[in-house]
């Protein structure tokens, strides 16, 4: 658990800024993805847009009106934190998973190994936006577990977000009887988002 206290404050500045303009972004030129260094930035932000929107979606839409009134607590202000952080770690796993499987597949692709090279990168870079070290520990943990079991050649056409859908529903500080109504839900919510992503880095990929 973080040692810092927050704020809804905190979360407007860094967190929600992501989340109410992001549709302005669809309109923003993008460029295309031509690099190992381009792909790592594609999936650092766009792991933490489908974390962010969604989380703070998915609260929005439970809370209602009383929605800003619980920033003003600093337990609930810890579970989202933990929730953002646990949920964005399980978002790079996918995304990285999902291009380098899309590149593997669509551009015969040799060098797999660099997966893992940008996704410790990026969680080592997190380190300075105090993401929680235990969080990236078993960020780190988790994600060579799953590299051990991949199928290079079809993970990106065989639910490649599932986990990150079923990570929203596991942190998202909601009461649990409620959870379950949502469950189907939340989770087609993120992968809605997860489509909108695919569809942009297919776009976009140059390699």
């Known amino acids: 658990m973080s040692k810092y206290k927050f704020s809804w404050k905190d979360l407007s500045l860094n967190d ?8 302005f972004k669809a309109f923003i030129p993008k460029n295309k993805i031509r690099s190992f260094d381009e792909l790592e930035e594609f999936i650092q ?58 590149l593997k597949a669509h551009f015969n692709l040799k060098e797999i190994n660099r997966s893992k090279e940008i996704f410790l990168k990026i969680l080592d870079d997190e380190t300075s936006n105090n993401m929680p070290l235990e969080i990236i520990d078993e960020a780190k943990k988790s994600f060579n577990e799953r590299i051990e079991k991949i199928n290079w050649e079809n993970y990106y056409s065989d639910i490649p977000f599932n986990q990150s859908a079923l990570s929203l529903y596991k942190w998202a500080p909601i009461a649990e009887d409620l959870k379950i109504l949502d469950r189907k839900i939340v989770l087609n919510s993120v992968i809605l988002k997860w489509d909108v992503i695919k569809k942009e880095f297919i776009e976009r990929i140059q390699f």
């Open 45 to 102: 932000m766009k792991s933490a847009w489908v974390s962010q929107v969604t989380l703070y979606g998915y609260l929005k839409t439970r809370m209602g009106t009383r929605y800003v009134l619980h920033f003003e607590n600093d337990e609930f202000m810890k579970s989202v934190n933990l929730a953002k952080w646990n949920i964005y770690a399980v978002a790079l796993q996918d995304l990285t998973f999902y291009t380098f499987s899309h």
């Open 16 to 23: 929600f800024k992501v989340y109410f303009f992001s549709l």
